[in-house]
C-alpha cells in the first residue's frame, strides 16, 4: 500500500480532515496526518481519533535529534487545507513547522507535492500571495487552483464542510 501524508493548516476544512482522511483511504492510500502546530491545538481534544483513524501517530512537531521517524516514508505528499500564511512562508522557504520542512524537502526529493489552499479572497488579494503561487509552481508544486482545485471565497462566505477533497485525491492520483 503506498502512503499519502496529509498535511493540514489551521484553515476551515480541518474540522473535517477526518473526511479528507476516510477519502484518502477509501481511495486506497495508507494515510498519515500530519498538522501544523496551530491545527494541532483544534483537534487537541481528540488526536486519539484521528490516531485510531489513520493508524500512525499524528505529527505536529519536528523530531528531537536523538528520536527516530515514527512515520513510513510517504510515497505522495498532500497539503490541504493550505492556509494563506503557511503558502507564503512555504513561498518564501520558511520551514519553521514540521508541516512545512517535510514538504519544502519532499519536492526536492522527487516525491509528489499537491497542494489545495483554503482562505478567502481578501486573504487572496495580499500581492504575497500570487508570487508565493508562482514560487510554488516553479519548483514542481502542484498547486490547485480554479476549476480544478479551490478558489478563494468572500469573506464570511466559505464553507469549510463542503471543501472539495476529491479533486485533491484526484490530482493526487494523477501525479
Ligand atoms: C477560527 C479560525 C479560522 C481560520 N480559518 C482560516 C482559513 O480558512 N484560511 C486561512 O488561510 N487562515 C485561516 N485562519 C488563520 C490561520 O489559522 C493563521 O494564519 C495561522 O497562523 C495559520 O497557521 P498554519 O498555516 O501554520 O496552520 C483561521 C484562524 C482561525 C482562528
Keep these: 500500500m503506498s502512503t499519502l501524508y496529509l498535511i ?9 480532515v477526518d473526511e479528507g482522511v476516510r477519502q484518502a483511504q477509501a481511495r486506497g492510500w495508507d494515510v ?16 486519539g481519533e484521528l490516531e485510531a ?45 514540521l508541516a512545512l520542512g517535510l514538504v519544502t524537502e519532499g519536492v526536492h526529493m522527487g516525491v509528489p507535492v499537491i497542494a489545495m489552499p483554503y482562505f478567502n479572497r ?20 502542484r498547486y490547485l ?5 479551490y478558489e478563494p471565497h468572500p469573506p464570511k462566505n466559505g464553507d469549510a464542510s463542503a471543501f472539495p477533497w476529491v479533486r485533491a485525491l484526484d490530482a493526487v492520483r494523477a501525479a
Design 122 to 141: 481578501s486573504q487572496g488579494a495580499q500581492p504575497a500571495i500570487a508570487r508565493s503561487i508562482a514560487d510554488l509552481r516553479a519548483q514542481g508544486v
Design 53 to 97: 483513524l489513520t493508524g500512525h501517530p499524528v505529527r505536529s512537531q519536528y523530531k528531537l535529534p536523538w528520536e527516530s521517524d515514527v512515520l513510513p516514508k510517504a510515497d505522495a505528499m498532500l497539503v490541504a487545507p493550505l492556509s494563506a500564511t503557511s503558502l507564503n512562508k512555504w513561498g518564501a522557504g520558511i520551514a519553521d513547522t
Design 32 to 47: 498519515c496526518l500530519i498538522l501544523t502546530p496551530s491545527a494541532a491545538r483544534w483537534w487537541e481534544p481528540r488526536t
Design 145 to 149: 487552483d480554479g476549476a480544478d482545485g
Design 8 to 16: 493540514a493548516c489551521a484553515a476551515g476544512p480541518t474540522q473535517y
